[in-house]
């Protein structure tokens, strides 16, 4: 079986050499185009919100008092992210959130001090220190 293979005609009064830098032209074009399109859609990107540690509503909070049981406390506030084995006395309830592209960060960090059983201090919007 053959193949047809048309012959490269000059078209409309253009030689050789100028429909190849014409062809270039367009393939640059083309790249130029596809690039700007992929610089597009790259910033269309979703971003997804993070969100760590416990949300406490502040009802909940101002309800732990001192001489509460740990059992109160775990059932108001809920289970504590950091339950440090070194100071069982001590339990931290840390929120972390962060939505989407935006770069305000939302940061909580209650700790809750124990005496035996009994609730001993309460501090309330501890500022995080970097480490």
């Given at each position: 079986?053959?193949?047809y293979s048309p012959p490269i005609i000059a078209h409309k009064g253009l030689d050789l050499q100028e429909m190849l830098l014409r062809s270039d032209t367009l393939q640059?074009?083309?790249r130029l185009v596809g690039a700007m399109l992929l610089t597009l859609l790259s910033a269309c990107v979703y971003r997804v919100d993070v969100q760590q540690g416990n949300l406490l509503e502040d009802n909940d909070?101002?309800?732990v008092q001192v001489g509460m049981t740990r059992s109160q406390v775990r059932f108001l506030l809920g289970t504590p992210v950091v339950e440090d084995t070194f100071h069982r006395d001590?339990?931290?309830?840390?929120?972390?959130f962060r939505q989407g592209r935006k770069r305000v960060v939302d940061r909580n960090w209650l700790?809750?001090?124990f005496d035996g059983d009994r609730v001993r201090e309460i501090q309330k919007d501890v500022t995080p220190e970097p480490t």
């Open positions: 079986m053959r193949y640059s074009l083309r909070v101002d309800a001590r339990w931290d309830y840390i929120y972390y700790i809750v001090y």
